[in-house]
């Protein structure tokens, strides 16, 4: 039997949702081309795979998806990150010109280098 990983707490990962989604969505307004931005957890997943970070028995995307929510929720709630500096992070990534996969893997990167900083 394997423990459940805090990021899978529903405090943080309906949290990690709406954060992420808003940041995305306010992204979008910076960049000129504003739009609603629902993150897909098939996007959210592929980003959480290639960084190799931590993997359930079962490679579920949804729970991976659902991790790194999580895991923004975390480090809003409990780390005092900021929305603005996560939308921040996440803006920085798109003006790089990376395509949607590599935004929130970037995404992911930076702010996992902040949360292991901050704990």
Known sequence: MSAKPIFLDKKYTVVGDAVLNAAATLST??????KSIRVKNRVLSQAFK????????????HVLAEMYEGLVGFAYLDLGISFESLTNNLLKQIKNGCKEEEVYTEFLKALFEEVKRKV
């Open 29 to 34: 307004v910076a960049v000129g081309r504003p």
């Open 50 to 61: 290639r960084l190799d970070i931590a993997k359930p028995p079962r490679h579920d995307s």
